[in-house]
């Protein structure tokens, strides 16, 4: 385990640069986020201000549970989505700043909380086009849309092939994590992946050029109109080269501007150290030792032959940026890092390595399974099975299929661009 | 495939893999800032990787243009990399590749300030080896255009053919470009 002083050293090296990449678009980076919201307890819980996190992908962060569900919608089921003026953003509820949700982690920054929104426009829209005839049933084609976008198009993307097509195709599990209470090594390293991704600036923002990491978070507050995200410019086609802003890489390197970020009590946190101590807090072992205490469990041989899992050898790109004196090794790496630092071996960065994906993976198909709306029934099905569940709003979702098909989508055929521009069209 | 003489030098031959960007790699003080983000050789522990291939353009001039960009190229840096059109020329005696309407083509930018000229040009890294460098003209609304640079290693033609003829060089990998940019 880590000393104090090694988790500021491994957090400041780990946060002196961050780097580019062309592999995933920005959007997806606050889509993880907004799914870690909907399973993954608070780290540092506010007492009176954080709910209880059931560790199923139910989007209960959006529709609450019980009885909460009928105070969040009006007489028609409806979340009253308005506008901060008449020529304003569409803006979460919000009663003096403090917005009417679940979870108040989805208004932490601007862009995790138009995606809040974002999901509510759906559910609206499955109403008011008549999809669905009760709040009930939204509900429920809202959150198999987002299990479906989870799975086929961000899970698609950040997780290595192979373990994907086992996990998701050929529904093999190979680490039976806990489903509940959610595993430790998902939500306090694996699936905390996607910091690596933030970028300190971003270009997404139709009234403002360039808005700093700093500038998106804006809790308890409302919608700066010139902070009104296109969500165009967020989740682009899927091709290599779609003109849509990307996410830095996954690798052991934060952007400079996660060392503070401001938090609703007014403090500021370094979001590295704050993960590191996640992880010690959690009593996870060290990365090594837990790749090497997979392969001397019962699925060792199984693992090492599917997947070729071993140990990292050594620090890699992180070595460069530790003094042999800190006492950091690989050795002693706590998972959280490591998982990163496997990322930049297996893909330089496009995905997370195998160990990585597995415990993501898991984790994931674990909600999903789990939840009462679920495109998990004994097994995954394929897409168009999905939506031939959902009536006309699958009906629908295949249009936009058909309208935006293109030879070169070959391997995200269903993506979170579809929904948007579902949502978007006539609007 | 044949490579006209005056671009043999600087385009990737059959079985080349692509190159990769080197230091030096220099961004002027006044714009350092706001573009090291998108520049080549700035802010990436891997190296960047590209190669350079032949096309030809609707009256049948030959140029070299850049493809096989790795995955960590800025997606804008990469969209003017795939946009350049170099036609080889001289200055002051000496051979160049130059695009000087890369301003004009609809390349995002990259906080505010645009690429309008690029020259690629032989130079030295500072052990004397040889290099490729590209110099980067940027303009920006109110302020000085400014002149980056980044280094590449040259392909090692003459590693690969040996016993290569006088004239035209075959390369069957080359990609020829004819679509309007």
């Not at chain 1, 400041?12 to 870690?36: C, K, N, P, W």
């Not at chain 1, 003026?85 to 700043?97: C, H, I, V, Y």
């Not at chain 1, 507050?221 to 802003?245: A, C, H, I, K, S």
């Not at chain 1, 960065?349 to 939840?371: D, F, Q, R, W």
Request: proline content about 8%; some cysteine.
């Amino acid at each position: 385990m880590l000393t104090e002083q090694q988790v500021t050293t491994l957090a400041h090296a780990m946060t002196e640069s961050s780097h580019v990449a062309r592999f995933i678009d920005v959007g997806y980076t606050y889509l993880g986020q907004f799914v870690a919201h909907d399973i993954v307890p608070q780290t540092n819980p506010i007492p009176g201000q954080s709910r209880d996190v059931m560790p199923y992908l139910n989007m209960d962060s959006v529709y609450g549970i019980g009885n909460q569900t009928a105070t969040l919608l009006d007489a028609r089921g409806l979340f009253p989505i308005r506008r901060t003026t008449p020529q304003g953003p569409e803006d979460l509820p919000r009663t003096d700043g403090v917005p009417n949700i679940p979870e108040l982690r989805n208004d932490d920054n601007v862009i995790v909380s138009q995606l809040h929104l974002f999901w509510q426009r759906l559910h609206n829209v499955i109403l008011q086009r008549g999809y669905a005839s009760t709040a009930g049933e939204a509900r429920a084609m809202t959150t198999l849309v987002f299990q479906l976008v989870v799975v086929e198009d961000y899970l698609r993307q950040v997780l290595a092939p192979a373990v994907f097509d086992s996990v998701f195709r050929f529904n093999q599990r190979w680490l039976n994590l806990p489903s509940r209470p959610i595993a430790r090594e998902f939500a306090h390293a694996a699936f905390r992946f996607g910091h690596s991704m933030v970028r300190p600036f971003y270009e997404s923002f139709p009234q403002k050029p360039d808005v700093t990491l700093p500038e998106l978070f804006q809790s308890n507050r409302n919608l700066d109109p010139r902070l009104e995200l296109d969500f165009r410019r967020m989740f682009g086609w899927p091709v290599l080269n779609n003109r849509v802003e990307d996410a830095m890489t996954i690798d052991p390197f934060i952007t400079r501007e996660m060392r503070q970020v401001p938090i609703p009590t007014g403090a500021t946190i370094n979001i590295a150290e704050m993960n590191l101590r996640a992880g010690i807090a959690a009593q996870l072992p060290p990365g090594k030792a837990y790749v090497q205490q997979l392969l001397a469990g019962p699925n060792g041989s199984k693992l090492k032959a599917a997947f070729g899992i071993r140990p990292l050898p050594d620090l890699g790109p992180l070595a460069d940026k530790l003094m042999p004196s800190s006492g950091i090794s690989i050795e002693n790496l706590p998972l959280w890092p490591y998982l990163l630092l496997e990322a930049s071996h297996a893909s330089e960065g496009k995905h997370l390595g195998v160990v990585g994906s597995l415990i993501c993976a898991e984790g994931l198909a674990n909600a999903i399974a789990g939840a009462p709306h679920s495109i998990y029934r004994d097994r995954w099905f394929p897409v168009d099975e999905v939506l031939s569940w959902l009536g006309a709003l699958g009906d629908e979702l295949q249009e936009q299929r058909r309208v935006f098909a293109n030879a070169a989508y070959t391997e995200r055929t269903f993506c979170m661009r579809h929904v948007v521009e579902l949502v978007l069209r006539n609007n | 495939m044949e490579i006209p003489e005056e671009l043999v030098e600087w385009v990737a031959h059959e079985g080349h893999e692509p190159t990769l960007v080197v230091n030096p790699c220099f961004i002027p003080p006044s714009a350092v800032e706001e573009l090291a983000f998108y520049h080549p050789g700035f802010g990436n522990d891997t190296a960047q990787a590209l190669r350079h291939v032949l096309g030809r353009d609707d009256n049948n001039r030959y140029f070299a243009r850049a493809d096989s960009l790795s995955g960590n190229w800025h997606e804008k840096m990469a969209d003017v990399m795939q946009r350049l059109r170099l036609y080889p020329g001289m200055e002051q005696g000496r051979p160049v590749l130059i695009d000087d309407q890369i301003g004009n083509q609809p390349t995002g930018e990259m906080h505010g300030w645009k690429v309008v000229h690029w020259k690629v040009a032989k130079g030295r890294d500072s052990a004397m080896n040889l290099v490729h460098q590209d110099f980067i003209t940027w303009a920006k609304p109110g302020q000085e255009n400014v002149v980056s640079l980044f280094s590449w290693r040259p392909y090692r033609t003459a590693m690969l053919q040996p016993q290569a003829p006088q004239g035209p060089v075959a390369n069957e990998r080359a990609v020829l470009s004819q679509v309007s940019r």
